[in-house]
């Protein structure tokens, strides 16, 4: 067990909705990254947050939003869906106080577009 | 553009066999290369770590070989086990930043 709490872990949902994919990181960690791994692929890096605040962004759709808040849980916003946002979507959180420089992954959302 | 480069996309060795997986990278500001291991339906999960001011890290059947001067790491398997298939993935990051770049994955199948 990583620590790290993804919710809901399926989700199968229409064209054109939203949906929204939530992350409770291990005790202590401040950061949490957001990835996309489709079939056969590897990790997309989507975006960081690091305390509340944006941390780095990487290949995010503008139909994607997210947000860490004071808790420092973090959603994802995934909007206007489309078939080939199915996939899973991994949260991962690091950065706590004794910084070792792991990742801890959340065991995975998985999203199917209809 | 791809940060890390991995390689291959995909292995299959039998029982026994060494598998090796190579990664590359061009930022000379990277100082954490991880590996990580994931099993079908899970989260990646860390297999094995190491920073560039040693050249090999073991623990229990798994090596990483750093080479600083050629920008390159590689994962061996020693005395491997269907087990240990799954998918392998290269990272770097520069720790200060927390930013991590992945390879794209190994599929590793080790035959019976």
């Known amino acids: 067990d990583s620590g790290v709490t993804q919710t809901p872990k399926h989700l199968i949902t229409a064209t054109g909705q939203r949906v929204t994919l939530r992350c409770s990181p291990r005790s202590g960690d401040l950061s949490v990254y957001w990835y996309q791994q489709s079939l056969d692929q590897g990790l997309q890096f989507l975006i960081q947050y690091y305390n509340g605040e944006e941390r780095a962004k990487g290949n995010i759709l503008e139909r994607f939003s997210a947000q860490q808040f004071p808790d420092l849980h973090s959603e994802l916003n995934l909007s206007s869906l489309e078939l080939g946002d199915s996939a899973l979507y991994f949260c991962?959180?690091?950065?706590?106080?004794?910084?070792?420089?792991?990742?801890?992954f959340g065991e995975g959302s998985r999203l199917t577009v209809l | 553009q791809q940060q890390v480069k991995q390689s291959p996309q995909s292995l299959i060795v039998q029982k026994g066999g060494i598998p090796i997986i190579n990664c590359a990278y061009e930022?000379?500001?990277?100082?954490?290369f991880p590996w990580y291991q994931q099993f079908p339906g899970k989260g990646p999960a860390l297999l094995i770590a190491?920073?560039?001011?040693?050249s090999e890290k073991k623990e229990g059947r798994f090596t990483i070989s750093f080479n600083k001067s050629a920008k390159q790491f590689s994962l061996h398997i020693m005395d491997s086990q269907p087990g240990d298939s799954a998918t392998y993935f290269c990272?770097?990051?520069?720790?200060?930043?927390?930013?991590?770049?992945f390879g794209t994955g190994t599929s590793l199948t080790v035959i019976p």
């Open positions: 190491i920073r560039p001011d040693v």
């Open positions: 990272a770097a990051s520069i720790q200060t930043g927390n930013q991590f770049y």
């Open positions: 930022n000379t500001a990277f100082d954490y």
């Open positions: 991962a959180s690091g950065g706590g106080r004794l910084n070792t420089g792991e990742l801890f």
